[in-house]
């Protein structure tokens, strides 16, 4: 069983940044390949930025690329995603996921274990 707990979600205004952490317990974040997606209020849950099992390849949605950072820790069991010069629109439920197998990491329907999610809310 895997279990993923994020945290550091909030208010912030536009131009501002946040720190997503993503912990995992009851397993060992080495063995998968970490994400993070998000979902605004009525919109579909969308791929946000992922990272494979070692933190050398790493994978970000075009809207947020120069402005988001993945990364890991695997002997703390964490992925993190920093996010700066925040726009409205990256306002939503930011979820972490968690990929065994070698699947389209973009595809979120590849992945079986989630964390309950964090609020973003970017006011401008």
């Known amino acids: 069983h895997v279990h993923l707990v994020e945290s550091g979600g909030g208010l912030v205004q536009a131009g501002g940044s946040l720190r997503l952490s993503c912990r995992m317990s009851e397993s060992t974040i080495k063995y998968y390949r970490v994400s993070w997606f998000r979902q605004a209020p009525g919109q579909e849950r969308t791929f946000v930025a992922g990272?494979?099992?070692?933190?050398?390849?790493?994978y970000y949605e075009d809207s947020v690329k120069g402005r988001f950072t993945i990364s890991r820790d695997n002997a703390k069991n964490l992925v993190e995603l920093q996010m700066d010069s925040l726009k409205p629109e990256d306002t939503g439920v930011y979820y972490c996921?968690?990929?065994?197998?070698?699947?389209?990491?973009?595809?979120?329907?590849?992945?079986?274990?989630w964390g309950q999610g964090t609020q973003v809310t970017v006011s401008s």
């Open positions: 996921a968690a990929l065994g197998g070698a699947e389209n990491i973009r595809n979120s329907s590849a992945y079986y274990w």
């Open positions: 990272i494979d099992w070692g933190g050398a390849y790493t």
